[in-house]
């Protein structure tokens, strides 16, 4: 049974910096891309980062391009996203997701066959 379960999230001040963590199991994943999605109240789920699990490709929304940093560790089965310079707009639920990569890493919801339960971020200004 595939498992995401995300960790890391929290209460923020504007500036701060804070560390998600997505740890997969379940199935083997070198064959699919890693992504982090999030929600804010009253707003669709959008697209914030992906990235191939041999860390060669990566794609960021251009609203967390240059704070946001997503990573892997294949030792550990884990995803990271790494969120500095945290902006009150970014507080959100935030989700880890696994879907197959082909000729580019998947940007779309639909795109995405397994998904976390969600950690939430908190930006205070």
């Known amino acids: 049974q595939v498992q995401l379960v995300e960790s890391g999230g929290g209460l923020v001040q504007a500036g701060g910096s804070l560390r998600l963590s997505c740890a997969a199991s379940?199935?083997?994943?070198?064959?699919?891309?890693m992504g982090w999605f999030r929600q804010a109240p009253g707003k669709e789920r959008e697209f914030v980062a992906a990235i191939s699990w041999s860390g060669g490709s990566t794609y960021y929304a251009d609203s967390v391009k240059g704070r946001f940093t997503i990573a892997t560790d294949n030792a550990k089965n884990t995803v990271y996203l790494q969120m500095n310079s945290l902006k009150p707009e970014d507080t959100a639920v935030y989700y880890c997701?696994?879907?197959?990569?082909?000729?580019?890493?998947?940007?779309?919801?639909?795109?995405?066959?397994?998904w976390g339960q969600g950690t939430q971020v908190t930006v205070s200004s």
């Open positions: 997701a696994a879907g197959p990569v082909s000729s580019w890493l998947p940007l779309a919801e639909y795109e995405y066959d397994y």
């Open positions: 379940g199935r083997t994943f070198s064959s699919y891309a």
